[in-house]
């Protein structure tokens, strides 16, 4: 598994963040990025989005607690074999979660090349 410190970790997804167009970000609204060491389930999945979607944001109100979108640290280290294929998969993994966000399926995003 990859020896990564947490720090440095979490550097790579503020690049993957900045990494990406304007046009993913900008609609962006009351979401935070968190980095997690694994999720509490045990599963072995690399990011999660929690909230509402821009499709479900009708009975979305102001006062709303933040939409997460989570990377799970200790899953992306022990799914790449090096630290560009991390890096890489760091960003991968932020577009489909993002992508979430704007209420694109999971069949979808599979179709778009980004699961």
Known sequence: ML???????????SDGLDSLHD???EQLDNVIFLVEDEPDDGSDILGVYEGFSLAERGAYG????????????????????????LVSEI????????????????ARIHE???G
């Open 23 to 25: 046009e993913m970000l």
């Open 62 to 85: 102001y006062g709303e607690e933040p939409d997460r979108i989570i990377l799970f640290r200790m899953n992306l280290l022990r799914h790449c074999a090096d630290r560009a294929e």
């Open 3 to 13: 020896e990564i410190t947490s720090e440095e970790f979490e550097e790579l997804v």
């Open 112 to 114: 778009l090349g980004w």
């Open 91 to 106: 960003r991968i993994t932020l577009i489909h979660e993002i992508a979430h966000f704007y209420g694109i399926s999971e």
